[in-house]
């Protein structure tokens, strides 16, 4: 009789009531509702921090991993792939496989035109050069994948950096989603571009079809391996 939060709870007693030293979470709230599986996350990561016991969480919900964690391990078929902080890991991801797993990327294909130690300048698919953080990139004309978090992506001049790489882009379509405003835009022969802008007082609403120029900080864009396609947990 008793419902899946509350199933859920009494579960965690019986685990902790012991006083283990290491306690195994393997996808613990993967039937329960987001409203209900939010709360659940909050409730655990306190008494995580109140008991001073480790816990091993095992999730595929990116966001979870990142709500709850002190450290990520991303594993690739059967290999850690980056083992990070979850600001270190969401903001500065070692290769294409952990910037594409962790949070919403744009990935940009192209070949390194030139590599000045960490600075490297891209040549994208559509011919257009951009300035990049060059990550375990060694010579030029290697093959790469330009990872781009859509949340430092800006259309507004007055909100661009003053060092800011702009590029011309195309609207697709825009998704209102309370808080943000998620637009897909056509940018260097991609499709799935996306940005998201904060759903503030006055923000600009723009429509399928408008052409605009986008731009972000230098820094906030990293040259990375070409992508793959494989599938990857996070612990």
């Known amino acids: 009789q008793l419902s899946g939060g509350q199933q859920q709870r009494i579960a ?39 008991l001073g016991i480790t816990v091993v969480y095992v999730t595929h919900d990116q966001g979870e991993a990142l709500t709850m964690s002190d450290r990520i391990a991303v594993f690739n078929d059967g ?48 011919g257009a050069l951009i300035d990049a953080t060059a990550v375990n990139i060694r010579e030029n004309g290697q ?20 060092d800011a790489h702009t590029i011309d882009a195309e609207v ?8 943000i405003l998620r637009t897909r835009l056509r940018v260097a022969g991609s499709d799935d571009f996306v940005m998201k802008c ?22 906030d864009a990293r040259a990375l391996d070409p992508v793959t396609t494989q599938q990857g947990s996070v612990n």
């Open 12 to 50: 965690l007693a019986r685990a902790l009531v012991f006083d283990p030293k290491l306690v195994l979470m393997d996808e613990p709230l993967g039937a329960l509702d987001k409203q209900l599986r939010e709360h659940m996350q909050f409730e655990i990561k306190a008494l995580h921090e109140r």
């Open 79 to 126: 290999r850690i792939q980056q083992l990070a902080p979850p600001a270190t890991l969401y903001e500065a991801p070692e290769n294409s496989f952990v910037a594409g797993f962790i949070g919403e990327n744009n990935a940009l294909p192209g070949v390194i035109e030139k590599l000045d130690g960490d600075n490297a300048l891209v040549r994208l698919a559509n």
């Open 143 to 162: 093959p790469t994948t330009v990872s781009i978090r859509p949340e430092r992506v800006e259309f507004k001049p007055e909100m661009m950096p003053p």
């Open 172 to 179: 697709r379509d825009v998704v209102y989603m309370g808080d």
């Open 198 to 219: 904060r759903n503030t007082l006055g923000q600009t609403r723009l429509s399928p079809g408008q052409q605009i120029k986008i731009g972000w900080h230098p820094r």
